[in-house]
């Protein structure tokens, strides 16, 4: 079945520590997003990606990095830098709709904790 | 900057009543909507989306009511159940910004036996 897999589910992260959250989608989808979730709230755009090799900021890329090489996959890198990972991610990707419009699809997200 | 907020944090229902979801926008050039649905542990689901060239879609067991008069928009659910117990978001974005989502924070509803 197509569908956008991230892991892995759960995450620890030590101090000083960079991890890296794996998205993967077998849709086909052009574009991919990443959005981080805190507890009560929305979701907040961290990098979004049209197509492979380019890449752009969102609301809150501050204390991440990534990646986009091939089409099928986006890894986050929560970096050292950010001082408050503790939160939900997930993963979108969306297809090209008319007007470019269209939803975003998601994953399972990834649970991120300070050990 | 722009923002898509829901009237209420959260929702109890009867299982079998219908409900409604608020959702309010601001961004007057919005062309696109959305209404995911979020259970615990996972990501979003998409539910219903809405064009801004239109002003109600139905679909199964749900209704997306679109007012651009008033920035509203509501999502309705028919014979409500308790699988439909879950977080609700509206979603919007724009021609001019196609590829990003503004999200509001989101309506908890508890489906009551």
């Known amino acids: 079945d197509g569908g956008i897999t991230q892991s892995p589910k759960y995450l620890f992260r030590k101090e000083g520590q960079n991890v890296t959250l794996s998205c993967e989608q077998n849709?086909?989808?052009?574009?991919m997003y990443w959005y981080r979730q805190d507890p009560g709230q929305g979701l907040r755009l961290i990098y979004y990606?049209?197509?492979?090799?380019?890449?752009q900021k969102g609301d809150i890329a501050e204390g991440y990095s990534v990646s986009r090489e091939k089409k099928e996959s986006f890894p986050l890198t929560v970096t050292s830098a950010q001082k408050n990972p503790t939160a939900f991610y997930l993963c979108?990707?969306?297809?090209?709709?008319?007007?470019?419009?269209?939803?975003?699809?998601f994953g399972d997200g990834t649970r991120l904790s300070i050990l | 900057g722009e923002s898509v907020g829901l009237h209420l944090p959260t929702l109890s229902v009867q299982e079998g009543d219908n409900s409604i979801i608020n959702c309010a926008y601001s961004?007057?050039?919005?062309?696109?909507f959305i209404w995911y649905k979020q259970e615990s542990g996972k990501g979003p689901q998409f539910i219903i989306d809405i064009r801004s060239n239109m002003d109600k879609r139905q679909g199964q067991r749900v209704t997306v009511l679109l007012n651009k008069t008033v920035k509203h928009l509501s999502l309705q659910i028919a014979a409500t159940q308790p699988g439909d117990s879950a977080v609700y978001f509206c979603?919007?974005?724009?021609?001019?910004?196609?590829?990003?989502?503004?999200f509001g924070a989101g309506t908890t509803v508890t489906v009551r036996a």
């Open positions: 990606s049209q197509i492979v090799n380019d890449f």
């Open positions: 961004n007057s050039a919005s062309d696109y």
């Open positions: 979108a990707s969306k297809g090209r709709g008319r007007m470019g419009l269209g939803a975003q699809h």
């Open positions: 849709l086909n989808h052009d574009a």
């Open positions: 979603a919007e974005n724009g021609v001019l910004e196609n590829y990003k989502l503004s």
